[in-house]
């Protein structure tokens, strides 16, 4: 069986201590924000910064007790926005075929949690469904994504949930950057065992690090290891390893916002529409 990836990008995860606070600031950035919905038995809801089918989900705990009895699905969310680690956490690939990749997976030595489903329950009252496939059974903080399978179409969804119009321009997801502790081993689970395709690797000297790209469709993944002293060095130690920028094509003029202005995002918005 091909190891190759057939999906696209789908959303990235920023955990947000209050939803109504993170949407008004994101609002007032510049971005259409609409309300996501309840996560069924999970305790969270989340609200959307959505492009087209590709979005930016601010997740919150609705139900802190709810969110705990569900254990290893939102425990982990409790405990980082306990302990000030909000901000970016995961990003999500999307596949047409999760059971095709969960089987890949196997057949590549990859311990996987899933494909197993979830839900969410709109303002409208309208339930959209989808699975998830996470692998080693963890995503958040981790330098990896998870893979997800809507069970409604694409069209479908997007005329339930309509894409806004951003006064910044913003339009799509380019990119995701993610730090990682060994770049050949994350690059080998990259290419291997995830499938994505592989590009060029650079010397970013300014940043103390080697970046190594890996692409699916119009999106890309950089992952960057360090390379001795520098800024990727430094965020190792502090955060760990996991996704630490969105870059976004604008139809207006470049700009990065930084986390502390995007609820612990940081995300850089470009004029180019090249990766």
């Not at 996987?112 to 009252?125: C, I, Q, S, T, V």
């Not at 990119?175 to 065992?193: H, K, M, P």
Request: hydrophobic content about 45%; aromatic content about 8%.
């Amino acid at each position: 069986m091909s190891a190759e990836f057939r999906g696209r990008f789908d959303h990235a995860v920023i955990l947000v201590a209050d939803l109504a606070r993170a949407s008004a600031a994101f609002t007032k950035l510049g971005f259409s924000v609409s309300p996501g919905g309840a996560h069924t038995g999970l305790g969270t809801h989340n609200a959307l910064v959505r492009f087209g089918v590709d979005y930016l989900e601010l997740l919150a705990i609705r139900d802190e007790e709810e969110a705990l009895r569900a254990r290893g699905s939102t425990a982990p969310i409790v405990e980082r926005l306990r302990s000030g680690r909000g901000g970016l956490a995961s990003f999500a690939l999307a596949t047409a075929d999760i059971d095709r990749d969960a089987e890949r997976f196997r057949e590549q030595g990859l311990e996987a949690l899933g494909p197993f489903a979830m839900e969410r329950l709109r303002p409208d009252g309208r339930r959209l469904s989808w699975r998830l496939l996470v692998p080693k059974g963890e995503s958040w903080g981790r330098p990896w994504p998870f893979f997800i399978q809507w069970d409604q179409d694409d069209a479908t969804r997007l005329s339930w949930e309509r894409p806004g119009s951003h006064a910044n321009g913003a339009r799509r997801v380019l990119a995701v950057s993610v730090a990682v502790a060994d770049l050949d081993a994350a690059a080998d689970l990259y290419q291997r065992t995830l499938g994505l395709r592989a590009g060029g690797t650079d010397a970013l000297a300014a940043l103390g690090a080697r970046r190594r790209t890996f692409t699916t469709d119009r999106f890309a993944v950089r992952l960057f290891g360090a390379d001795g002293p520098g800024w990727i060095a430094e965020r190792l130690r502090a955060a760990g390893e996991g996704i630490f920028e969105v870059t976004l094509a604008t139809t207006g003029d470049s700009l990065v916002i930084p986390a502390d202005a995007a609820e612990g995002a940081r995300i850089a918005i470009v004029s180019d529409d090249q990766p």
